[in-house]
């Protein structure tokens, strides 16, 4: 194991890094969260109103699903969260970062989720996610101080590891797209997973989230066997898939589920 903070992306890629990661989520606010938006006691009147029969569901079974602490509250605002942004689901954003921050995840959990998912769920779906996470920052009063180095010093990585990794994609790959591989090894693997501003359980669990909303089945059973290397249990997969099933549909969640059980059988 060994330190990586001397191998850094390219001039082109780092201030891609650096503008989720620092000062983007605090200006420029025309946050969707705005007075036009309804307060959360009026949009459930409005459900009602609209659709009972979904009220009744949200008012039970949603609500029920919170309160499961087999996921903690903490874990499920950050999954929610991650849902939201790799899906482009932006309306509700700004109350599930509120509900998120008052669990127990911090500014800068929620900054560098962001910024993982433009990676891993594509760049104008975290830009989508600034505005509204500007504005719950700003009502409460949180600045750059609380929120990841745009160039921190890197997590150590196994080398072994990364090595057969790179192996396996160039020659899977190289002749395809070289840039795509080098981008992978310099950008992806040898940076982003490396920035401390997630623990590498959680880098992880968005991963998995992020690939099950977008139906991205092939991808599940090399992150989700990483993220359980990083510390997810099989007992929080349980919960994690049901969590999943309300806020990304239950499509997406059996288009996964092949991928998951042969992961966790083969484990």
Known sequence: MTNRSSRRVSHLARPAVALIASGALLVGCTSQQSADAPEPDV??????????????????????????????ARDRGLVTIAVLVASGQTTDLGFYVNKALDDGVSPAEVSETITHLGFYSGWQNAMAAVDPVAAIFAERGIDESELPAADPDLLNQDEAAEATREAEVQEQYGNVSQGLVDDTDSVVFDDLWLRPGLESRDRSLVTV???????????????????????????????????????????????????????????
């Open 43 to 72: 949009r459930a009147t409005a459900v009602e109103d609209v659709a009972p029969a979904l009220a009744q569901y949200d008012a039970e079974q949603v609500r029920e699903l919170w309160a499961d602490d087999s996921l903690s």
């Open 209 to 267: 989230v992020a690939l099950v909303s977008t139906a991205q089945a092939d991808q599940v059973p090399y992150h989700l066997g990483r993220a359980m290397d990083n510390g997810l249990t099989a007992d929080e997969v349980d919960p994690l898939l049901n969590h999943l099933a309300y806020f990304t549909g239950w499509p997406k969640v059996f288009t996964a589920m092949p991928a998951v059980t042969e992961t966790l059988e083969s484990r």
